[in-house]
């Protein structure tokens, strides 16, 4: 498969990750009310989610502060930044205590996660859908006109038949109220907008994940259509020395044609020139000899004069 082909490829599967973040998140904005008609969810709790995930790459991309390159970068760093503020809007709690608690520990866990790819570790996907999982189970508190998070028996005093022990028989744990959850005035149909809430943080999930892998084929196929401007021969030579799985860490991701090249002559010129000495200390097998006669530096002068081991030499 030739280099252009492959870069048209990881294009059109970035756009089409992007395309399920941006379904994903108008899922997420919508619920249905008592008359079953949909209405949003406004936009206090998608202003907080995109605060947290602007902390996220702001202390979290400490490695990275490259700008996007061109049209396709910029807009699948768009995409990124849209995806993790719809799932983070998704997981809060609309209003309260909850919401202050769920920001800060979010931040962190998202900062945290930035600094590797991808954002969404398996670790920050089961934190924010146990979040969730909070969230809808509120929501549905409130459907039914329960305004608490949960209501716990007394013991002893439960079971007994006595009207004016009613304030006492329970506790209610965690109270809140319509406004705070962000109801419609009619109230909210639970079941389908917990359909759409479901579905739109799972597209979103699967969009990030996927937009992340793309965006890293995306950068592989460009170093490879730089290197394949090399003469065949000698470009084989480079992608053995440099392979790809080390290209995101030696920091080739994301730069500018004129700079992946010179960073491209550096890093073979230092490789070659390590892998020189080497071949040099490995060639002088007299000095090596005196000043290893045995033991763990002999098996380790053995090894770089006659290679590895193998079930001929062995008696």
Known sequence: MSVHVRSSLAARQLAFACLLVAV????????????????????????????????AVLFGSGRDTRAPRDLVGAFSALSGFLGLAFVVSAVLAPGGGWMFFEVLLLSVALSRAGREQPVLSRGTVALL???LLFRLWISYQGSQHRWEVMSLDVPVLSSLPFDFLAPIQS???????PRELGFPPAGLDFAPSLALWSAGFVLCVVGLAWRSHAATEYENDRIHAVIAELPPTLANIVARILPESQWADLGLHGLADRPLRKKLEELVIARIAARRELELAAQSRELLAITNPGGFSGEILRAL???P????DTP
């Open 24 to 55: 994903g998140g108008f899922l997420l904005g919508l619920q249905v009310d008592g008359n079953g008609e949909l209405v949003g969810t406004g936009y206090s709790s998608l202003g907080v989610g995109a605060m947290v995930a602007l902390a």
């Open 129 to 131: 859908a146990v979040l």
């Open 171 to 177: 506790v209610e744990l965690g109270e809140f109220t």
């Open 305 to 307: 004069t006659q290679g």
């Open 309 to 312: 081991v193998t079930s001929k």
